[in-house]
């Protein structure tokens, strides 16, 4: 069963303009970490923001915050007054514990596309 | 710099031929991992490694090899490579402080095997 979903393939939004892109994700662990990471067009995987399963606020990371509901199983990641240097595709991904041997389990990712 | 390294940044080779991909990370970190990353699946752990000597499979290890001699080196090694292993390879590294620390990863490693 896919443990991180992201329902949006695709996104467009012009710049200086806020975004929101979707994940929701699915596990029965109390203790589990939630993370999005940007791959622009060169490849590299980069670390955005984290989110712990028991943190009780909302994680923020300069123009990066996540919107954590979880009794929704939801962890949206929003970024602010966009640039064109966020056009990239990105991953939301979720961490378990030892039975998983600690993976990061990535959704399929959101292709987002900042306009002038 | 903190940093997760990766060589060869690029390779083409024919099948059949061995292949090592080295790994190698300056933050002192237990937690080490490959994935590979295919259009339409996503990235998927190939191995993983907590420590010195402790290995185990992720969710596509066939057709891998590892080995974690030292702490900061984690190469992946393909025996007999063939077409299906063209991808692209990530290296991660992190702490294992309860297991949810963010994996910082390397540049990648895109492999075509002909």
């Known amino acids: 069963a896919q443990k991180i979903t992201q329902t949006q393939p695709g996104m467009f939004v012009q710049e200086k303009e806020a975004v929101t892109l979707d994940c929701t994700y699915d596990?029965?662990?109390?203790?589990?970490?939630l993370f999005w990471y940007k791959q622009p067009s060169s490849g590299e995987m980069i670390f955005l923001i984290y989110?712990?399963?028991?943190?009780?606020q909302n994680a923020t990371e300069g123009r990066y915050s996540l919107n954590f509901q979880k009794a929704r199983k939801s962890a949206n990641l929003v970024i602010s007054a966009s640039q064109l240097g966020d056009s990239a595709m990105y991953f939301c991904a979720m961490r378990e514990g030892h039975n998983s041997g600690y993976a990061l389990n990535f959704g399929k990712g959101t292709s987002l596309l900042v306009t002038p | 710099e903190a940093q997760v390294t990766q060589n060869p940044r690029y390779l083409i080779t024919v099948t059949g031929k061995k292949l090592t991909v080295t790994c190698s990370q300056n933050?002192?970190?237990?937690?080490m991992s490959w994935y590979r990353q295919d259009p339409g699946l996503g990235l998927r752990q190939i191995y993983y490694s907590m420590n010195v000597e402790v290995t185990d499979k992720g969710d596509v290890p066939e057709g891998y090899k590892v080995s974690r001699k030292e702490k900061r080196n984690f190469p992946l090694i393909l025996e007999s490579p063939s077409p299906n292993q063209t991808s692209l390879y990530f290296c991660a590294s992190s702490l294992l402080r309860e297991g949810h620390q963010p994996q910082h990863f390397g540049d990648g490693t895109r492999l075509s095997i002909l």
């Open positions: 596990t029965s662990d109390q203790s589990y970490g």
């Open positions: 989110q712990g399963s028991y943190d009780e």
């Open positions: 933050m002192n970190h237990e937690y």
